[in-house]
């Protein structure tokens, strides 16, 4: 007997040009609040998003978004959509990709060089800072994700003179209803009501770069103090962001560094910090700065008693990003310069294995499948997605998303809070 594939799709109350994988089981796999996608989205900085389907690791889609720079972005916890903001000189515009039918459905106009969207918890929004100002204000984003209607705030900048990103990174506190942002041309923290475009500013003694929450707790990156020698060190700033404006500093934690590190203030430079899923633990990464990619430590540090439990340096150039697995008993340490991922045990602090591309270099970003079983790392200047099996940390399949450019960036499967905390420990009471 033969099938017709139209009327099957039709008696199901489907679109008979629905592609295969955004069918009913196929679109999204696991439980909890974030769905994590079959396909694994590989963000490329020449203006395409790849889809890899993580059951036979084969390109399933090449979905050109009309920008340049997009290297990140975020998915919304249904899975639906796709954002990724295009950063390159003379950009303005995020793109919103439909997740089911792998095509953009609107590109939405925000501001000078949009760099980092991070979608609400609640899925309804989706907060955007940029790299560039506009006015002499850096403008920071908020996207309905119903309507697609644009609203901004805009941070005033002292600093006129500052060059290089005006920020990098956000995060929503624990309410949903707040976003933490840094101004890098004044040192600062600055938190905005989303609702009501309210701001509240706390001065910082460098660049904030990164940002996690647990709870009321806010700990921020602070990526060395300023004026930069050879005496900086990282530092984790921390806020009781309870009353979020009215945040409070309470605290601060330092990094330590090898001799190799402080020999080059350049090679000073803190890059992401995380929370580990047992809430238990703070990793911390030292990269150095991007004229020297070449810090490679960690600092572990105990979140109640704010005791370092471990420095560790990894043998790697350019540390920046500390990828927690499904079942967090292992971090991933990704870098920028470098073609080697040291693996963490988190109950040993010990590295347990190295996975290396053997080529290639700035392997930055990782995105697991639902059950942990594989992992997949891009490989930037390689122009590849590795596909690592993770009972024994080999490399099983290498997946070009383009011939040339060294432009493969974030790989991402489902939502975050985080780049390193993904699914249903996204987000930390």
């Given at each position: 007997?033969?099938i017709?594939?139209r009327?099957?799709?039709?008696?199901?109350?489907l679109?008979?040009?629905l592609?295969?994988?955004?069918?009913?089981?196929c679109?999204?796999?696991?439980?909890?609040?974030a769905?994590?996608?079959r396909?694994?989205?590989a963000?490329?900085?020449d203006?395409?998003?790849?889809?890899?389907d993580?059951?036979?690791d084969a390109?399933?889609?090449r979905i050109p978004t009309?920008g340049?720079?997009?290297?990140l972005?975020s998915?919304?916890?249904?899975?639906?959509?796709?954002?990724?903001?295009?950063?390159?000189?003379?950009?303005?515009?995020?793109?919103?990709?439909d997740?089911?039918?792998?095509r953009?459905?609107a590109t939405?106009?925000?501001?000078?060089?949009?760099k980092h969207?991070?979608?609400?918890p609640?899925?309804?929004?989706v907060?955007?800072n940029?790299s560039?100002?506009?006015?002499?204000?850096i403008r920071?984003a908020?996207?309905d994700?119903?309507?697609d209607r644009?609203?901004?705030?805009?941070?005033?900048?002292?600093?006129?003179?500052?060059?290089?990103?005006?920020?990098?990174?956000?995060?929503?506190l624990?309410d949903?209803?707040h976003?933490a942002?840094g101004n890098y041309?004044?040192n600062e923290v600055?938190?905005?009501?989303?609702?009501?475009?309210q701001?509240?500013?706390?001065?910082?003694?460098?660049?904030?770069?990164?940002f996690?929450?647990l709870?009321?707790q806010l700990w921020v990156t602070?990526?060395?103090?300023e004026?930069?020698?050879?005496q900086?060190?990282?530092?984790v700033?921390?806020?009781d962001?309870?009353?979020?404006?009215?945040?409070?500093?309470?605290?601060?934690?330092?990094m330590?560094?090898?001799?190799h590190?402080?020999?080059?203030p350049?090679r000073i430079?803190?890059?992401?910090?995380?929370?580990t899923?047992?809430?238990?633990?703070?990793?911390v990464c030292n990269?150095?700065?991007?004229?020297?990619?070449?810090?490679?430590s960690l600092d572990?540090?105990?979140?109640n008693?704010r005791?370092?439990?471990?420095?560790?340096?990894l043998?790697?150039k350019?540390a920046g990003?500390?990828?927690?697995?499904?079942?967090g008993?292992?971090?991933?340490?990704?870098?920028?310069?470098?073609?080697r991922?040291?693996?963490?045990?988190?109950?040993?602090l010990?590295v347990?294995a190295t996975i290396?591309a053997?080529?290639?270099g700035?392997?930055g970003?990782?995105?697991f499948?639902?059950?942990g079983?594989?992992v997949?790392?891009?490989?930037?200047k390689?122009d590849?997605?590795?596909?690592v099996?993770t009972s024994r940390?080999?490399?099983?399949?290498r997946?070009?998303t383009?011939?040339?450019g060294?432009?493969?960036?974030m790989?991402l499967?489902?939502?975050?809070?985080v780049?390193e905390r993904?699914?249903?420990q996204?987000l930390?009471?």
């Open positions: 007997m033969t017709d594939r009327r099957l799709l039709a008696a199901a109350g679109s008979a040009t592609p295969w994988w955004a069918l009913p089981g679109a999204t796999l696991g439980t909890g609040r769905a994590v996608h396909m694994v989205f963000l490329r900085g203006g395409a998003v790849v889809a890899i993580s059951e036979t390109v399933a889609a009309g340049a720079g997009g290297t972005g998915l919304t916890p249904d899975g639906r959509w796709l954002y990724v903001a295009n950063n390159a000189a003379g950009q303005r515009t995020l793109v919103k990709i997740t089911q039918s792998l953009v459905a939405l106009e925000t501001g000078n060089r949009p969207p991070v979608v609400s609640d899925g309804r929004r907060a955007l940029h560039g100002v506009d006015g002499g204000k920071i908020f996207v994700v119903a309507t644009v609203r901004s705030a805009e941070i005033a900048v002292r600093n006129a003179q500052h060059a290089g990103d005006f920020s990098m990174h956000g995060a929503w624990a949903g209803r976003y942002i041309a004044d600055v938190v905005i009501d989303a609702e009501t475009l701001q509240h500013v706390v001065a910082v003694e460098g660049n904030p770069h990164y996690d929450v709870g009321r602070l990526e060395a103090g004026p930069k020698s050879a900086s060190r990282p530092v700033a921390i806020f962001a309870a009353n979020p404006m009215g945040l409070k500093r309470t605290g601060e934690v330092a330590t560094l090898s001799a590190e402080t020999a080059n350049a430079e803190g890059h992401h910090g995380n929370f899923p047992d809430r238990q633990r703070f990793l990269r150095g700065a991007g004229s020297a990619l070449e810090g490679g572990v540090f105990d979140v008693t005791q370092r439990l471990a420095h560790l340096e043998g790697i350019g990003h500390a990828y927690l697995t499904p079942d008993r292992h971090a991933l340490v990704t870098q920028y310069n470098d073609t991922v040291p693996v963490l045990d988190l109950q040993s010990r347990v290396d053997g080529g290639g700035h392997l970003h990782a995105a499948t639902a059950d079983r594989k997949y790392l891009n490989n930037r390689g590849e997605v590795l596909v099996d940390w080999a490399i099983v399949k997946v070009a383009a011939t040339s060294q432009a493969q960036a790989v499967n489902t939502y975050y809070g780049f993904v699914g249903p996204a930390l009471a």
